[in-house]
């Protein structure tokens, strides 16, 4: 077990350099935190017919996941019980059964060994076919359509995880015919550890205005407005950050909804026509979440932009390298042009070659490479930006940050993985379920947002 109190200092909001290199942290996260947290698989919308299948990733595991012939959704892990070969090589398809290609065993819908070729001449009828069914994975879920799986039958359920950041995501996720995520993935490897990039999607505002200032400049839209010019607008007033239960969270910037898009006629008209809805169901502030411009995570390995429309997975390959998937995240009632020009836009700019996914790898490459040093993981990492400037919120649930740039959701991320690293069962965990906000801000404490976020 690795000593996670030489790892982080939730008081200073400082974490070891080790956490982005070592092969010791990588194989306890893989332990505490993937096989016990809900990690992505897939949308409903990428599987929608009896016997659609999609292949991924839980931590380093292959999986399967198929539509049952009754509508439900399995998952897999994709690995032939015989002797191990990838039962499934596609991507995605639709299929009746997975067929080994090594020796031919067939696998149902359901992951049931349903067929052994020359099963009574060499076999003489005694393997147990019964018990020879691919590993299933131990719940599978899905909220407004995101499949999740989760490895561990004591993880609570996939609407008490996600919490009360199902509230927020609501807001887009619940409007305009629920979300959706179009085209296959777009796929490219990182040389970084996975933790790099769920940082810098969960909270890190503070980077847009340096690392993608010339990209910002050409792409235009309110965000390169706000951004490419480097002269800010008084940050109080542009947004918040906010972070819930089980280290999810998210950044957002009020008003710039359709942030970099260059023709945002459509966008913008679908919105307004769409903002009744939210408000009906959620409320001012929900109005106010639908129409900013979101960087999120989900704990552990899950982001999306939403504003800029693109949804993402960073699947651990090691401790120093990453398989990046990138789908458009889309409305299912958007007109088909405007999905179009949506996607166009997703690929240009965080797809395997957008100008500002590269601006991105770079950095999270070298945050990775750099600490390889023996010297420099002994030195630390800072997340303290806006510490004690956060609070709880009249309306708003969750820990809120008092402004778009800050580090509250890097912390918000960084408390939950070291209470994982730490908790030997999912009592330790459950039992601050209650206090956690206490525990971090002090019992009673006061909100220091500013007069503009009030409720
Ligand atoms: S390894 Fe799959 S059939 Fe032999
Ligand atoms: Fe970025």
Not at 366 to 376: A, E, I, L, V
Request: with cysteine; aromatic share 12%.
């Amino acid at each position: 077990m690795v000593n996670v109190d030489s790892l982080i200092d939730l008081d200073k909001a400082v974490q070891s350099k080790k956490i982005f290199w070592d092969q010791e942290v990588y194989d306890q996260e893989m332990e505490n935190i993937f096989a016990r947290s809900w990690l992505f698989l897939t949308h409903e919308s990428q599987i929608p017919e009896p016997g659609d299948f999609f292949t991924t990733f839980m931590g380093e595991d292959p999986i399967i996941v198929a539509r049952q012939q009754d509508g439900s959704i399995k998952a897999f892990i994709n690995s032939c019980t015989h002797r191990g070969n990838q039962v499934c090589h596609a991507d995605s398809g639709n299929t009746r059964s997975f067929v080994c290609s090594y020796h031919g065993w067939a696998f149902g819908l359901d992951g049931s060994l349903a067929g052994v070729p020359l099963e009574a001449e060499v076999y003489y009828n005694q393997l147990d076919k019964d018990s020879m069914s691919l590993r299933e994975v131990a719940q599978v879920d899905s909220y407004r359509g995101f499949v999740f799986g989760c490895f561990d039958t004591e993880t609570p359920p996939l609407a008490e995880w996600l919490g009360e950041m199902a509230w927020y995501m609501d807001s887009w996720a619940n409007t305009g015919g629920g979300a959706e995520l179009i085209g296959t993935p777009m796929k490219t490897i990182l040389k970084c550890n996975w933790k790099v990039p769920t940082e810098n999607f969960i909270g890190d505002g503070y980077h847009i205005t340096w690392t993608h200032i010339a990209a910002l400049q050409i792409i235009g839209g309110p965000l390169g407005e706000a951004f490419g010019s480097g002269e800010l607008p008084p940050l109080e007033d542009m947004g918040a950050q906010i972070t819930t239960r089980h280290g999810h969270g998210f950044g957002v910037i009020w008003d710039v909804g359709h942030a970099i898009h260059r023709n945002p006629q459509n966008y913008v008209e679908f919105q307004q026509q769409t903002l009744p809805e939210v408000i009906e169901k959620q409320g001012e502030w929900g109005g106010k979440m639908y129409t900013g411009h979101w960087n999120a995570s989900l704990f552990p390995n899950c982001s999306f932009l939403y504003g800029t429309n693109t949804f993402k997975i960073w699947h651990p390959k090691g401790p120093h390298e990453i398989e990046v998937w990138t789908w458009s995240l889309v409305q299912k009632n958007m007109s088909p042009e405007l999905k179009r020009e949506i996607q166009k836009e997703a690929i240009m700019s965080f797809g395997t070659a957008g100008t500002l996914e590269s601006d991105d790898g770079e950095n999270m490459e070298t945050c990775t490479r750099t600490n390889r040093g023996f010297q420099t993981r002994k030195g630390s990492m800072n997340a303290s930006m806006g510490l004690g400037v956060e609070g709880r919120h009249p309306e708003l649930p969750g820990v809120v940050g008092s402004n778009f740039i800050g580090e509250t959701s890097y912390r918000g991320f960084y408390r939950f993985w070291d209470e994982m690293m730490r908790a030997a069962s999912w009592d330790d965990i459950k039992k601050n379920d209650a206090t956690w906000v206490d525990r971090w801000l002090g019992e009673g404490a006061v909100s220091k947002l500013p007069s503009s976020q009030a409720a």
